[in-house]
């Protein structure tokens, strides 16, 4: 490594992607020096255009990206591009308004029942949000910038030393000291792998293939989503096609990808004679599902992809990433500002893990009934059977919206944990709002309880919030961390030291 030592960040973040630059973002939130560091020199990439760089946000997502004045900004730059996603998805278009898939079995927004999930008041995160990568990383790029973020593009890392006191980063040739760094850098991660991260799980079954062609006899496939007895494929019109061929995941990355190579497996997976006439595009992937065993070693952090891949099918990983950078922001920043409890930012992985562990099962559990073979088929007619009951349709839409993400933080609150009701104050104003810059909040909405005496201990990181919402769901008070989620809760006459105790544990003395 070469001697020459440039200026020292309290963060370095490899990676450029969505999760290293929202995670960059929390950070300047809270004053924290951040560098990131982007291998690749040009932010765009056909990929990261529609039709294949569109990502459909979960419930936690949106939220995270409302509770920091994000949402409507996303929304808006997308809105230019809308009209392309409507003929992407135009073969998802039904009579009956489709609310998700497992393993491509559809279930439908009019089975859910919402009125389970009664925790939640309606939210402007609730609304369905689908968002193309370029768009979401140029409105995270823009708004880094903005905070005060650098960052630096055709800078891959290659090198690291992590000490005690630091870490020092080698990219395109030079030298960068930081206090801490976060492996935002994709499946693939430099940084998990240069410090030694175990990174287990199971080994791929097939290679999926995202393919944009010109077809000569476009009407021998099916439009729609697939099952045939060797495989999968979907097909809009007039040329997008997804295709899983189960050959263990050997093509991947193993050869070019070839207009000849493509015919040959969307011939054997549709058991069709279609003929592709010209390749325009084409990328591969499997569902190859491995989680880093920890998400932290001493000063490195892993987060995003660089923690854990698996199968796109189910749509989430984008979603994961965005969870842990919204997990670790907060954390990380407390404990570099040195008023974090010990143990706090060990609580990033023992709180994502989980999460992460959970949606690789998921993404497993689909592929196990996508095999083409009898048993899951089998298995295909139950889920069909269950996916169209009331109870089916709410279970499946919690786990794949994410609406049930809860964190075992102790308490006995059944709230400690969820992520906070979007309370309606008095002013009009939404707890979403008050969360804009990343500081706790101490929930008072019982006069009587006066909970504003203990706020002032911490009134560098909790605002106190003395005001009735309209619908309280019968709650005294609440304190809520700055990633939204309940640390404490009262329904009755508060408990003063139960509340000082949350708040020690979480905001430190
Ligand atoms: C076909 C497909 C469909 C998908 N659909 C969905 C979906 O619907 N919903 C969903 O939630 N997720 C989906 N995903 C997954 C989602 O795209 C990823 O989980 C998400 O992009 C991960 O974000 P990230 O920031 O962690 O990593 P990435 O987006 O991979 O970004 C990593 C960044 O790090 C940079 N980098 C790499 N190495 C280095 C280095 N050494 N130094 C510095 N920088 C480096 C890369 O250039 C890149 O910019 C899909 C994925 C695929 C392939």
Redesign the pocket.
């Known amino acids: 490594m070469q001697t020459q030592s440039t200026v020292t960040y309290d963060v370095i973040i ?7 630059l929202f995670l960059a973002c929390e950070l300047r939130f809270a004053g924290v020096a951040v560098l990131v ?4 020199q040009d932010p765009h990439s056909p990929l990261k255009q529609l039709p ?1 760089g569109l ?2 946000l979960t419930i936690p997502t949106t939220e995270a990206l409302y509770r920091r004045g994000l949402l409507d900004e996303i929304v808006a730059a997308q809105r230019a591009r809308s009209g392309a996603i409507k003929s992407a998805a135009h073969w998802m278009q039904r009579a009956r308004k489709p609310a998700g898939h497992f393993a491509g079995i559809q279930f439908f927004q009019d089975d859910i029942d919402v009125a389970k999930w009664s925790w939640r008041l309606p939210t402007p995160a609730d609304a369905h949000v689908a968002v193309d ?1 370029e768009t979401l990383e140029t409105v995270l790029a823009a708004r880094a910038a903005r905070l005060g973020v650098e960052i630096r593009r055709g800078f ?2 290659t090198a690291i030393t992590a000490s005690e006191q630091d870490v020092v980063v080698q ?1 395109a040739g030079e030298i960068f000291r930081g206090g801490w760094l976060v492996g ?4 693939r991660s ?1 940084v998990r792998k240069l410090c030694g991260f175990d990174f287990v799980g199971t080994d791929p079954e097939f290679t999926g293939y ?1 393919v944009a062609a010109e077809l000569a006899d476009p009407e021998k496939l099916s439009p729609g989503r697939n099952f045939t007895p060797t495989g999968m494929y979907t097909f809009a019109e007039p040329g997008t096609i997804a295709l899983v061929d189960f050959d263990g995941g050997a093509f991947h990355r193993s050869a070019p990808i070839t207009i000849e190579h493509v015919k040959a497996v969307l011939r054997h997976v549709s058991c069709t004679d279609v003929t592709i006439s010209a390749l325009r595009l084409a990328t591969t ?1 499997t569902d190859r599902a491995r989680q880093a065993s920890t998400y932290r070693r001493g000063r490195v952090l892993l987060a ?3 923690a854990h891949t698996h199968s ?1 099918l189910g ?5 994961l ?1 965005l969870g842990d950078a919204m997990n670790l922001g907060w954390k990380l920043a407390a404990t570099i500002q040195g008023h974090a409890p010990d143990d706090l930012l060990d609580s990033y992985t023992q709180e994502r893990h989980p999460v992460g562990a959970q949606i690789l099962d998921w993404s497993r559990a689909q592929v196990a009934i996508m095999r083409p073979e009898p048993g899951s088929r089998a298995l295909q007619a139950i889920i069909r059977d269950l996916i169209d009951t009331r109870d089916g349709a709410t279970y499946f839409a919690e786990r794949v919206r994410g609406v049930s993400l809860r964190y075992d933080l102790g308490g006995r609150h059944p709230l400690v944990g969820r992520s906070v009701p979007d309370f309606e104050l008095s002013d009009g104003t939404r707890i979403g709002e008050r969360l804009r810059d990343a500081k706790g909040l101490l929930l008072d909405f019982d006069a009587r309880a006066s909970l504003r005496m203990l706020a002032r201990r911490w009134s560098d990181r909790i605002a106190y919030v003395g005001s009735e919402p309209k619908d309280a769901l019968g709650l005294s008070a609440v304190l809520v961390r700055p990633d939204g989620f309940v640390a404490w809760a009262s329904d009755g006459p508060p408990d003063h030291d139960a509340a000082a105790e949350a708040a020690s544990r979480w905001f430190g003395d």
């Open positions: 490899a990676g450029a992607g969505p999760v290293g560091l982007e291998q690749a294949f990502r459909g990568m891959g890392v990219a935002c850098d994709g499946g430099t995202s992937w995003g992809d660089a796109p749509g989430q990983g984008l979603n990433g």
